[in-house]
T-cell receptor
Framework: EAEVAQSPRYKITEKSQAVAFWCDPI?????LYWYRQILGQGPELLVQ????????DSQLPKDRFSAERLKGVDSTLKIQPAELGDSAMYLC?????????????FGPGTRLTVL | SQKIEQNSEALNIQEGKTATLTCNYT??????LQWYRQDPGRGPVFLLL?????KEKRKERLKVTFDTTLKQSLFHITASQPADSATYLC?????????????FGKGTKLSVKP
């Protein structure tokens, strides 16, 4: 069964360092999402792509976060510089269509710890 | 303000009983509501979707209801098993929201004791 791939699974970094996360969605899924999930909370959307275009990045802290999906397939989320409050699970998800009537398939996540 | 509230952070039940989880929302007009299961250290897994014009949806031992008047969805697991122990998240897609993005509740952690 096709799955969303993410790497690394775990990342420990010191504050002010740069980190990058990678996501490979399910083949054929045009829509890709990056979420942040703090322990005990639900996932919160950071950015949504439709193919290679950003369609929603209203919740992305653009002073330190950036995301790209250059060829409309895999995607990278970067944080520079990392802050203590960025410690969280970063989840990537994909769906077949952009409208909400379709399920989202989540990857296993990247657990980020900022020291 | 807009809120999605899941009735409790934790729910403990005995094996074989029916688990009922509640999702209430305020100041949203959902077009759809979805339920996901999340195991520790893993990403959420889709379970069921219910649309605003549907009252009830079933899948095996799972049942979801959606009451737009009460602004509430109920999620039931019948004949619960220890393997059902996980965190269950409700998520809605708001009319007028950007491109159908999901807005998640905090989740309810279900523990089924043998």
């Amino acid at each position: 069964e096709a799955e969303v791939a993410q790497s690394p699974r775990y990342k420990i970094t010191e504050k002010s360092q740069a980190v990058a996360f990678w996501c490979d969605p399910i083949s054929g899924h045009a829509t890709l999402y990056w979420y942040r999930q703090i322990l005990g909370q639900g996932p919160e959307l950071l950015v949504q792509f439709q193919d290679e275009s950003v369609v929603d990045d209203s919740q992305l802290p653009k002073d330190r976060f950036s995301a790209e999906r250059l060829k409309g397939v895999d995607s990278t989320l970067k944080i520079q510089p990392a802050e203590l409050g960025d410690s969280a699970m970063y989840l990537c998800a994909s769906s077949l269509h952009v409208q909400g009537g379709y399920e989202q398939f989540f990857g296993p996540g990247t657990r980020l710890t900022v020291l | 303000s807009q809120k999605i509230e899941q009735n409790s952070e934790a729910l403990n039940i005995q094996e074989g009983k029916t688990a009922t989880l509640t999702c209430n929302y305020t100041n949203y007009s959902p077009a759809y509501l979805q339920w996901y299961r999340q195991d520790p250290g893993r990403g959420p897994v889709f379970l069921l979707l219910i649309r605003e014009n549907e009252k009830e949806k079933r899948k095996e031992r799972l049942k979801v209801t959606f009451d737009t008047t009460l602004k509430q969805s109920l999620f039931h697991i019948t004949a619960s098993q220890p393997a059902d122990s996980a965190t269950y998240l409700c998520a809605l897609v708001n009319y007028g929201g950007s491109q159908g993005n999901l807005i998640f509740g905090k989740g309810t952690k279900l523990s089924v004791k043998p």
